[in-house]
């Protein structure tokens, strides 16, 4: 087999060695559990390894295992969920669209998106919600309280817990 | 340190929150500032947190379709679970040598991710450990899971072709939600269509049985069988060698098949959304050979013979709609 070769061998072995440890810091602290952080950092490897990706001229080594682990969790199926889902709701409006959202406006939405979907991965369920009504929708934290029935104390709780966890998620 | 920095990121996510509670005043804000400005990493703690909001914020226009995608993409998410202590003791032995049993990865993948899968214009083949060759069309995805006594694969999604190596030892096994299918040497089609899974025969044959064992249908070469959680039935016959051309060419040959079906397929090798009215679509039925490489042409052949409005808001919308006589 051909991934047998020596060289790329090594520089996968140097790419493990000299940041294996980083990545599984790194999703550990972004997914809040050790067990599927080493699962993450030794698929992110095996993937790279699948793929023979070139990895011996990497400038950015960090970079490109992040990006690769992200394709891990935010994988083409849940793309083609976020991306029905995004246009279906798209359509309703669909006047709106004419002439005011280009492709390329929906593409880079579409991105945006998943990328938010990446930093919120491994964010306690409730946390989440608070945070997306909070900050996207711009409710109040009285509100929340009201519409996923918490009491408003542990909206900010969530709140906090919330951001905490995006400061951990683009930590790299 | 890692305690400093925990810390920083606590105040900085207090003095954010509070910031917004307070509406953002003259004096907070100059405070805040101050704070910022204690170290580095004080500055970056907050910049972080700033991003993500900002990333949402931008949003706001358009919250309702936002939200929509963001509630998807985690909806039906478990809790990922704890997998396979071997993977670990793997990981330990990390740096002396990337084994190449790590090329074998696949038994080891779990939810994450598919162990394979494709987008909406990918097709991929891809020969397996045993020699079996598996192909898949747009938007599939499917895991692995070989041992010593078996070869078995989940069919996720989509739709999958595949060419069984023979091998008297381990059978061949395709599960899906519906059911499972077995093989010890054979080339078949498995594909997911809403709660169906659809098998085609294109050579020797397998034993297919619904998810509750209640039917097991033995399924011969050129037939075609729907497998339901609780049963199994035969659905015609099919053409081994269009089929074979069909998927070389990445087509998609259908015969009498309802529009909403077909609309299904297509819509799974393209990006963006095919948006129709499945009951209003239901009656309208397809014969075609259609290219699924060039989803517009086919959509365009389709619209040549069925009386069809299709209206493109952007290649990545388009609705379809049954064209009534004119009314004038």
Known sequence: MSSGEPSYQAAITELYCAHHGWLFGWLRRKLGCAHNAADLAHDTFARILNARESVATLREPRAFLSTTARRLIIDQVRRKQIENAYLQELALTAEALEGFQSPEQILSTLEALEQIAFILEGMQEKARQAFVLYYLDGLTQSDIARQLGLSDRTVRKYLIQALLHCSHSLDT | ?328
Request: proline fraction near 3%; charge should be neutral.
């Open chain 2, 1 to 328: 340190m890692a305690e400093q920095h925990e810390t920083i990121d606590e105040q900085a996510a207090e003095w954010i929150l509070r910031l917004h509670e307070e509406g953002f005043s003259e004096g907070l804000r100059l405070d805040f500032e101050c704070w910022k400005r204690q170290s580095p990493q004080h500055a970056a703690a907050a910049l972080r947190m700033q991003d993500v909001i900002n990333r949402l914020q931008a949003l706001r226009e358009q919250s309702v379709p936002a939200k929509a995608a963001l509630n998807a993409a985690f909806a039906g998410r478990k809790a990922v679970t704890r997998r396979k202590q071997a993977l670990r003791a793997l990981l330990i032995a990390g740096c002396l040598a990337l084994p190449a049993t790590l090329l074998l990865k696949s038994q080891y993948l779990g939810q994450w991710m598919a162990d394979i899968s494709t987008g909406p214009n990918d097709w991929k083949t891809q020969r397996l450990a045993d020699n079996s060759t598996i192909t898949l069309s747009g938007t599939s995805a499917l895991n692995l899971r070989f041992d010593a006594q078996e070869r078995r694969i989940e069919l996720l999604q989509g739709e999958v072709l595949i060419e069984v190596a023979h091998d008297s030892t381990r059978p061949f096994v395709v599960q899906t939600a519906q059911g499972s299918m077995r093989a010890l040497g054979t080339r078949f089609v498995v594909k997911r269509q809403g709660d169906t899974t659809v098998l085609t025969m294109l050579q020797s044959r397998v034993a297919a049985q619904s998810a509750n064992e209640q039917q097991t249908l033995e399924v011969a070469a050129g037939s075609r069988a729907l497998i339901h959680r609780d049963a199994v039935e035969l659905a015609g016959s099919v053409s081994a060698a269009s089929i074979n051309q069909a998927w070389e060419r990445h087509q998609l040959v259908v015969e009498n098949q309802p529009l909403p079906e077909v609309l299904d397929e297509i819509s799974r090798h393209r990006r963006g959304l095919l948006q129709f009215d499945r009951a209003a679509l239901a009656n309208l039925r397809v014969s075609a050979v259609l290219p699924l490489d060039d989803t517009d042409r086919a959509l365009q052949l389709i619209a040549e013979t069925l009386p069809l409005q299709i209206k493109t808001w952007t290649p990545w919308l388009i609705m379809i709609s049954q064209l009534h006589p004119a009314k004038k």
